[in-house]
Each structure stands twice: as C-alpha cells, then as structure tokens.
C-alpha cells in the first residue's frame, strides 16, 4: 500500500483536532469503508477522491456522525465522538462543526429566506435580538458574494451556484471549527465552480478552518486541499501531500485516477 | 324525547369506559410532563375531523353526572359546532349545560379562552387541529420528535424572524407558540394571541385534544407559560383598537361585523357570555340598547 510516512505533517506542539482510528462501516456483508486512520490539523484541508462506489461518502457520513461506523474510534478536540450523548454531538454538529451538502436543497431551508436560512444556527443556539441576527446574516451574504437585497427572497428564486453559497454562508455563520464537504461543486458548471472554489479557498484560509472535502474532481482538491487521501473499494490506497500525489503518484489506481483526468 | 344514555344504547358520554380509561391515562401523563404531546389511540367520532372529535373525546374522559358543561367556539355559545357538540353530550351524558363561564365546571373551547377569569375546579378543553408547532418548518414528525427530545427549538425563532422579516412585526396573530414551565415549545391551539397570556399561572386544569393527530397535551393548574420572542421585538397581545359596541368593554377580544353593503362595520366581545353579562349589569356600548329595552 502506498502508505507515507506522516511524520513530516505533524507540526510540532501541536494536537490534532480530528483522529480517525481504523474506522470501518459494513452494509451487512458488503463493505462500506475499512480501517481509515488519520489525523487531521487545525487549518488543514484533507480531500478525499474516488470513484463512485469507492466508500468516501460513506467515510464522511460516518465521520459526521450521520452514520454509526461499526469499528474504530473518532476523537474530535480530544473527545470521543461515537461515545458522546446524542444531545452533545448535535450540539457541536450545529455549532464547532458544518456540513456542506452537494445538493443545497439538502441543506437548505427552501421555505424559509436567505435571512432565515442563515440566522438558523445563530437561533438554535440561542440568539434572541432580531437586529443582530439580520446583521450577521447580511454581512455573511455579503462574504459569499450574494446581494444584500436578496436577503428576504427564498433560495427557489436563487440560481443554483448562488443556492451553494447560501449553503455555505449558512454553515459558517457560527464560525465553526471542522468543516465536512461533501461534493460542494458537483452540478455547478464550470465557471461558476471556479468562482466557488476561489469563495472557498479564501474562506478557509481566513477563518483558519479544518476541512474534509469529498470529490470526484481532481482540479477541486489541488486547489483546496493540502493533504489527499485515494480510496478504491472501501480502502484507502494513497495518501499524502496534494501536489505529491498528483503530480507522482505511487498506487496503480491513482495513476489510473489521474491520468484519465480530460486536458483541454 | 328520552335521551340516548337513558335507553342503554350508549354509554355514558358516548365512549366505552375502556377508551375513556385509555384516554384519562394520556391525559394524566400530559398533566404529568406539561406541554409533551402525548399519543393517544383516537377513536372515529360522529362528527367530522376539525370539528373538535379531539375535544369531545377529551371531555368525555373527563365528564362525570355531576358536571355543568359549557361548550364555546370562537367565544360564542350559539354557533354550530357550539350547539351541536353542547346537544351531543347532553343526549349523551345527561349533563347539565350552562353558557355562564362561572357556572361551568368543564368547558370545551375552539379559538378562545374565556374573559371571565377561571377558577380552581374547572377544566378546559381545547379543540386542536395541529398539535406540532413545529410542523410547518419541519414535516418529518420523526424530527420533530427528536427536537422536542432534544429541546431543539431555534427553528421555532426561524418562523418568528421570518414574520418580522415579511411585515416588519411577529404577524403570527393566532396559535402564537409558547414554551411551557422552560421545557417544551407549545401550540396553543388557534387561540388569538391576545389570549396568550391567560395560558400561564391559569388556576384551571387546561387541557389540548387532537383527534386527527392522535395527541394530548396539558398545562395544569398554575404553570409558567411563556409566548416565544425576540428581545428586540418583544411579544405583544394584540386586540382590534376599538372598545365593543355592545357593552362597552375596554379589555376584551372582538369580533368585526359588517353591518351593511356600504362597509360600516360594528365591533363586538367575541365572548358572548361576557358581553351578556355585561349588559345584564347595565352597561350599554356605542350600538347597544340597554337590555331592559329589548335585544341589541
């Protein structure tokens, strides 16, 4: 297995903020994932890429806690995850932690305004001044480049890149700490994909996230992610640093991955 | 005309003593644990659902010979669903009936609290057509479910900021939600917000049927009962600016009534027992004809 040395990612001084240990999920007799380890940094962005059917969606619900993983162990800032009170782990999913979803009406609120969608998290945990919370939400429309008089108009009426970036403004509202994202460009074409992806990356570079992005599209963790992770039938073939794995990679999948990327 | 539970046909207040055990049992858990939804296996009631087969139900658990009953609907003691749930039980439990909030010893409500104050001993009952006020953000009852496990109630304040959002103030003017005793986000069924407040350290045995919906829910005597708000647009128990046209009171809810084809309109207690009994004390509003006169 074309497993590295990860020594030279383990800034000194510092503690892991997310640690994944031999994480496995069976469907009955088939395999969802097996044994994923890692350690993820505070401000780090770990991309997970595979096929479809590779098991990296079912590795992010696990991590997320939207599915129970059968083996290992979770430990996010020092506290287990998977033995933690449901009443805790939906408490931090609302607020250290956000979920992006690839279809934003997953994620959103179609009923409710732009305004609403974004104040959710900051009502849940217990915000009451009306002024404040249309503030905030004007100000976080304004960062992920949506007009601040859209704010009372509905996410039906928005188009659907504007719809992901709602998603995302409402996700980071709460200044969470882990980010998990889950095909965030997937049905966006292209144009409109790079300008998420430039939205993104100067988000997370300046809030100082933690990410864990799961794509098909190569071209989305060269420029978002700083550490990859291959997977291929529910196992994790490769990983290393981004640039390291594209640019020479070990495992025969992940040659076979990169080079069927198209060149235009 | 010999009346149905005198013949043997029914039992007493319709309902066989087993569903009515079955159902004192889900109201004694709602008194219980305030303002917690409990299921209940509602029966098929002679009458139509949204007509109160969660109310009748609730009070036929509840009715014992000895009862005055008092049936209202939207405050008036002489509209249909009133009368016809009112006959109901009287052919059906031979129990005294009364339209005096003071004489009542049950009271089965749709859309209003009484004015009259409430006293110890009394039991209201309160017809509910959706008992999840969650509902209309949420529509998975499995989710709803779990948020009131979880007190998970910021999409509560969604709804609110959205209203202020729209119309600049909370528009919701009726099944205003409230949180009772600091636990669990309440429908209080379609009563008019201006009622709100009389929910709370109310000294009556308030209790909430939903037939449809198969749930009961309580606020026993004297609980907490707070109406859901935002600090910088607090709750407020609105009511028509007007006094009633009747009877001249100050303080009660009123109904609007147009008069004639050219919109002149007159405003009246919805409360007809209480305007009633106003008038019978004298007091005349700026329509009204003192009562020794004839009818208003």
């Known amino acids: ?264 | 005309m010999t009346e149905l539970f005198e013949t043997g046909a029914y039992n007493f207040a319709y309902l066989d003593e087993q569903t009515k055990r079955m159902i004192r049992r889900a109201i004694l858990k709602g008194v219980a644990v305030p303002g917690y939804q409990v299921p209940f296996a509602s029966r098929e009631m002679p009458m139509p659902y949204g007509w109160g087969t969660g109310g009748v139900q609730v009070t036929a658990a509840c009715l014992v010979p000895e009862d005055r009953l008092k049936v209202i609907d939207q405050g008036a003691d002489d509209t249909t669903n009133a009368v016809s749930i009112r006959k109901f039980f009287q052919r059906t439990a031979g129990v005294a009936v009364t339209e005096a909030t003071i004489e009542a010893t049950v009271i089965q409500t749709r859309h209003r609290i009484p004015e009259t104050p409430l006293r110890e001993g009394q039991i209201v009952v309160y017809q509910v057509p959706i008992p999840e006020p969650l509902r209309f953000l949420e529509p998975r009852e499995t989710e709803t479910r779990k948020m009131h496990e979880l007190e998970e109630y910021g999409l509560m304040h969604v709804k609110l900021y959205e209203d202020i959002a729209r119309h600049g103030e909370i528009a919701t003017s009726y099944a205003y939600p409230v949180k009772v005793e600091g636990r669990y986000v309440m429908d209080p069924s379609p009563i008019p917000k201006f009622d709100n407040p009389k929910l709370g350290d109310n000294a009556a045995i308030q209790l909430f049927g939903a037939g449809r919906e198969q749930r009961i829910y309580a606020v026993p005597p004297y609980t907490r009962v707070v109406s859901l708000d935002f600090d910088d647009h607090p709750f407020t128990a609105s009511k028509a600016p007007h006094d009633c046209d009747l009877c001249g009171a100050k303080g009660s809810y009123l109904d609007e009534v147009i008069t004639d084809d050219a919109g002149s309109r007159m405003y009246v207690c919805s409360d007809t027992d209480f305007c009633a009994g106003r008038r019978a004390a004298g007091h005349v509003g700026r329509l009204g004809v003192a009562m020794a006169d004839g009818s208003a």
Not at chain 1, 75 to 96: F, H, N, P, Q, W
Not at chain 1, 124 to 129: D, E, L, N, Q, V
């Open chain 1, 1 to 264: 297995m074309g497993s590295v040395d990860m020594g030279i990612w383990t800034k000194r001084n510092e503690q892991p903020l997310f640690q994944v240990e031999g994480l496995t999920k069976y469907y009955g007799n088939r395999i969802g994932c097996v044994d994923v380890s890692f350690d993820l940094f505070p401000g780090e962005v770990l991309g997970i890429v595979g096929e479809s059917g590779s098991g990296k969606s079912t590795l992010l619900s696990c991590l997320a806690g939207h599915l129970r993983p059968d083996l290992g162990s979770v430990i996010y800032d020092g506290r287990d995850v998977l033995a933690m009170a449901e009443t805790e782990r939906r408490k931090l999913s609302r607020t250290e932690w956000a979920y992006v979803h690839q279809n934003p009406r997953d994620g959103l609120r179609m009923g409710v305004s732009a305004g609403g969608n974004v104040g959710e998290r900051l009502m849940a945990i217990g915000a009451r001044h009306y002024g404040t919370i249309r503030d905030t939400a004007t100000d976080w429309l304004g960062r992920v480049e949506i007009a601040a008089d859209r704010i009372d108009d509905r996410p039906s009426a928005f188009s659907g890149g504007m719809q992901q970036r709602l998603q995302i403004a409402r996700n980071l509202v709460t200044g969470p700490r882990l980010v998990f994202m889950d095909e965030p460009t997937g049905g966006l074409d292209v144009s409109v994909q790079a300008r998420l992806l430039d939205l993104l990356r100067g988000l997370v570079r300046d809030l100082g996230l933690s990410v864990i992005i799961v794509t098909h599209d190569l071209a989305v963790v060269r420029l978002l992610a700083d550490r990859l992770m291959v997977m291929k039938d529910g196992r994790v073939v490769e990983q290393g640093l981004t640039d390291q794995v594209l640019d020479d990679p070990q495992h025969a999948y992940s040659q076979l991955l990169v080079s069927s990327v198209l060149q235009v």
